[in-house]
């Protein structure tokens, strides 16, 4: 008896687990609820991440649609609150919709396009090596007249690939 209801338990929370998914992933086309907002936070394998992140103003929802859990609905949020000038701003609308763990899972595959004057410190934190003290050093030098000074002053707190990711992360001008 003890097994028979063990394999209902299982199999019961398996399909409530995967119907979760479902609803996570944008499968039902409908506007979510406060228990699908809390399914759509599920946590996110970022081990698979991509080696480059999407500009969040500028990706197709087809690039959007890669990311896991992000269906027609997160795509539709992406795009709506664009252009992003901030990280902070990225935080704040999406985490209308998912909680601060999902968001930060989302952002493994992102990125917000800093500009070398007026992004602020928790935007150039996006730029691989630079935590939150060595960003701050670097605005303190601002202004940069180029892009190019403002890379040099990078370039004394990040190796040659973090630079060049910071590069490709460069607002055009």
Known sequence: MKNLFRQYFTKTFLILFLAGGLVACGGSGEEESANEKSQATAET???????????????????????????????HEFEEYRPYVSIQQFRKEIGKYVDESQVAAYE?????PIHRNDSDVSTLTQ?????ESAAQEIASQRPFDTNEAFF????????????????????AE
């Open 127 to 131: 730029i691989p090596g630079l935590d």
């Open 152 to 171: 040099e002053a990078l370039s004394s707190v990040v190796d040659e690939q973090q630079l060049a990711t910071a590069k490709s992360y460069m607002k």
């Open 45 to 75: 394998d970022t081990t698979s991440a991509p080696t480059e992140k999407l500009n969040i103003n500028t990706a197709s929802g087809d690039q959007f649609r890669t990311i896991p859990n992000v269906g027609d609905k997160m795509v």
């Open 108 to 112: 493994e595959y992102i990125f917000v």
